[in-house]
């Protein structure tokens, strides 16, 4: 039926429910677009075959397992504890080896504080092994130095043209002090062994005893 030849209040009929049928033709259309879009965007929810069954990569692949713990320790790695160093166990000393200077104790005395014109000045020198066994140390004439000083000045020394023998190595008992009593002839030495060497003036010297970095305290003497 054409529509341009229906009578009054029927053509309204018609275009209403031409109206009507598109009206819900467009809201289907907009709830089916709607539905696609939150179901897209939206969190989803795992199926329960999902959720009851979870395969890790450790099991699935050696290879990625292997990965897996690389990329962890590259990640965040642990830290290494520093490995202690061992301190070697002290061994005891046996007796009669090489005396430790840190046992050694060495001291002289002179036997005056002044002396008379002619008259030799005298030194006694100890040296006393504390260690915990007895030790051998060389107590001759260089090793065991007895030197004299007048300020800058070497006047004498035990080192100096040494005759004989120069090492003596004396076995150290522990505590036992070993002692040596030395004169001074009151004249200068020097490496060069001059036959005649002059004498010392009257003055203020210095004595000490010297061993390898030991001192003995200094003795102030003086000459007439």
């Not at 819900?24 to 199926?47: E, I, K, N």
């Not at 099991?59 to 713990?69: C, I, K, N, Q, W």
């Not at 035990?158 to 003596?168: K, L, R």
Request: overall charge positive; some cysteine; glycine content about 8%.
């Amino acid at each position: 039926m054409d529509p341009d030849t229906m009578g009054d209040g029927s053509g309204d009929i018609y275009w209403r429910r031409r109206m009507s049928v598109l009206v819900a033709v467009l809201v289907v259309v907009a709830v089916v677009a709607w539905a696609c879009s939150s179901g897209g965007s939206g969190p989803q929810r795992p199926s329960s075959t999902q959720s009851s069954v979870s395969v890790s990569p450790t099991a699935a692949d050696p290879l990625l397992a292997g990965l897996h713990t690389m990329t962890m320790d590259t990640a965040t790695p642990s830290p290494t504890p520093s490995p202690s160093k061992a301190t070697p166990a002290a061994l005891p000393k046996r007796p009669g080896d090489p005396c430790s200077e840190g046992d050694l104790v060495l001291s002289m005395q002179g036997k005056q504080d002044v002396y008379a014109p002619g008259v030799q000045p005298n030194f006694l020198i100890s040296l006393v092994n504390t260690g915990p066994v007895m030790c051998s140390a060389d107590v001759g004439p260089r090793s065991m130095e007895v030197r004299i000083t007048s300020g800058a000045d070497r006047i004498w020394s035990t080192s100096d043209c040494v005759s004989g023998e120069a090492a003596q190595v004396k076995q150290l008992q522990r505590g036992v002090p070993f002692v040596r009593s030395l004169d001074w002839d009151r004249r200068r030495s020097s490496s060069d062994c001059r036959t005649d060497p002059p004498a010392a003036l009257p003055g203020t010297y210095v004595a000490v005893a010297r061993m390898g970095k030991l001192r003995s305290p200094m003795g102030v003497f003086q000459l007439r």
